[in-house]
């Protein structure tokens, strides 16, 4: 049987992240090709939990260093429990966010040195990546909006300021600059059913290449 492809999909708040990717497993399902939705932080239940930590609004506290550990220590399960069978079950698995937001939120957001989350991302996943990742760029400010009025309360990242959300849609776009092999930017500020159709097509034609 051959091994499924692992599809990560990027952005900012607001940027239509979870709601692409149940487009995209439905668009794939429907031309025959199995595909599993997961979320970071979550996808577990062990990393639930740490998903229900680190948006807690209450849970201000938090050193940045300590998020970025946290969401590591997440994704570690993730990827063994939920992503890596689905793989080898042949399976495309598609999963909202991954650590390209660990990058933008923790390293450029908030200063954490990136070497020191690619080092801490190497050890905890053992070189696992991405086939291919869907950036879904949106201005900070458009995004933040489409957030709040999607939710009654906003969760601890979005209640970060504007300058913050700037940093990191900066940092999306210099890490899909840095990786056009494997990053597609994808302007989500356009309707939705646009921005739908030019996701399935940028992994379309990804799926006609040979898995890595």
């Known amino acids: ?34 595909a599993l939705v997961t979320r970071e932080p979550g996808g577990t239940a062990e990393a639930e939990r740490i998903r229900a930590l680190l948006l807690d609004p209450g849970e201000a506290g938090w050193e940045a260093a300590t998020e970025m550990l946290l969401h590591f220590a997440g994704r570690a399960e993730n990827v063994a429990k939920t992503v890596k069978p689905a793989l080898a079950a042949g399976r495309v698995v598609i999963c909202d966010r991954f650590a390209d937001s660990t990058l933008a939120y923790q390293g450029y957001g908030s200063g954490v040195p990136l070497a020191a989350i690619r080092s801490v991302g190497e050890a905890a996943l053992d070189g696992f990546r991405p086939d291919f990742t869907v950036i879904l760029d949106l201005d900070p400010a458009l995004g933040l909006e489409r957030a709040r ?4 309360a906003a969760d601890r990242y979005e209640s970060e300021p504007l300058d913050f959300h700037r940093r990191v849609r900066d940092g999306f776009l210099e890490i899909a600059a840095a990786e056009p092999e494997r990053c597609a930017v994808i302007g989500s500020a356009q309707d939705e059913d646009r921005v739908a159709e030019e996701i399935l097509a940028a992994v379309l034609r990804r799926l006609d290449e040979p898995a890595s």
Request: aromatic share 2%; hydrophobic share 30%; glycine share 16%.
């Open 1 to 34: 049987m051959k091994r499924g492809r692992f599809i990560t999909i990027e952005g900012g708040e607001g940027a239509g992240k979870s709601t692409h990717a149940a487009r995209l497993a439905h668009s794939l399902e429907r031309r025959g090709i199995p």
């Open 149 to 152: 009025k999607r939710r009654t």
